[in-house]
């Protein structure tokens, strides 16, 4: 009874601390509190999933496997892969670092640093969306699904929306 009490004043923390940073009615209106305004005008439902894990009928995107702060406060591709889609910063509350998602580097050959080809051969349209929704990568292989890359639960006309989104960074 003690640990739950425990947890659940933790979890209340937690939610707290969140609240000292944003104000949060919608995803149009998301705001650092005392700073700037945070992204909220969109020129295609794509971006608008890349941006704040919502459509444009105002659907959340929701994930499945990933990291765990996912669901607690949700999240959208620009959380782990930037505002440019290059990734290249740690995971909160993890050691993982995002690949480059444009669609540039999705879709060509390239070499790692050491001068030697990439585990899989590049990706195309479907395969892009493959890893998106099943987490697998153009050789089959699965990618990370607990501590990296989500599996996203969308609609194929959302899913059609974003990698043309992706084809813009």
Known sequence: MKSSLIIVV????????????FTYDSPENLKPIGGSDIKTSFQSNGERIYYTGYNDRGQQIEPSLGPIWLYMH???????????GRGGVPVMMGEAIPTDITYEALTSEHEDEH???EEHPPYTDESIKTAIRDGINPAGELLDPTSTMPRWQMSDSDLDDLLEYLKTL
Not at 75 to 83: A, E, L, M, Y
């Open 115 to 117: 001068g030697e080809e």
């Open 10 to 21: 933790v979890l209340i923390l937690i939610g707290l601390g969140g609240l000292l940073f």
């Open 74 to 84: 949700g999240g959208s591709c620009v959380d782990c892969h930037g505002t440019n």
